[in-house]
């Protein structure tokens, strides 16, 4: 059983750059959030996605978007990167209801 | 608004030490979960425990266990007989259930671990 998994693994970009980040929940799981952590720093919220729409947001711009597809997995997408966004980006996956979220192994992106 | 505090930033033990990690969190809901999450070296989080609110009975998990307070709004967690293999950055978390499906989880800043042989 896969759990969950993230790709690229690591990412370098320029400022100014638009970045697509992808991933695929773990099997039975309809629900994917994303999180950004900064270095030395706890994950922070970004916003989730459950059939195919954005269900809640956390305290960031809207140059941070997202999509879900109807197999569930999701994609994060950030314009006009900053150097502040970077960071490694975590995906989480979570079978409805249930409230343990399973995290992928993230991707690490580097904006210079 | 939810917040978790994590006080300490980086404890360090000697192997087979026992470790107590804290955590103090802020909601405005009566129905909440808490977690633990242990993140190595290699970033990805891992699932650890999961308390909720109505329940504050403390329990013991192998080597882990927590002592969740409702009346101070605390959730420790305990390390017992480190090993090395439990060197990592531990996270408490909060998430206020609202509505159907998950919800957002709120972190700490994290403790880092070093387990010293």
């Known amino acids: 059983d896969a759990g969950v998994t993230q790709s690229p693994t690591h990412l370098i970009k320029t400022r100014g750059q638009q970045v697509t980040l992808r991933c695929s929940p773990k099997?039975?799981?309809?629900?994917v959030s994303w999180y950004q952590q900064a270095l030395g720093q706890g994950p922070q919220f970004i916003f989730q996605y459950y059939e195919e729409e954005e269900r809640q947001r956390g305290n960031f711009p809207d140059r941070f978007s997202g999509h879900q597809f109807p197999n569930y997995s999701s994609e994060l997408n950030v314009n006009a990167l900053l150097l502040g966004d970077s960071a490694l980006y975590l995906c989480?996956?979570?079978?409805?209801?249930?409230?343990?979220?399973?995290f992928g192994p993230g991707t690490r992106l580097t904006v210079t | 608004a939810q917040k978790v505090t994590q006080a300490q930033t980086e404890i360090s033990v000697v192997e087979k030490e026992d470790v107590t990690l804290d955590c103090v969190y802020e909601t405005r809901d009566t129905t909440y979960y808490l977690f633990w999450y242990k993140q190595p070296p290699s970033g990805e989080l891992v699932f650890l425990i999961r308390r909720n609110s109505f329940d504050e009975q403390n329990e013991i998990s192998g080597r882990y266990s927590w002592n969740f307070q409702k009346s101070t709004s605390s959730f420790n967690f305990t390390i017992t007989a480190s090993q090395v293999v439990d060197s990592a950055v531990y996270f408490c978390a909060l998430s206020e259930a609202r509505g159907y499906g998950n919800n957002r989880l709120a972190f700490g800043k994290g403790n880092q671990v070093v387990v010293i042989p």
């Open positions: 989480a996956s979570s079978a409805g209801p249930r409230y343990e979220q399973y």
């Open positions: 099997s039975g799981h309809d629900t």
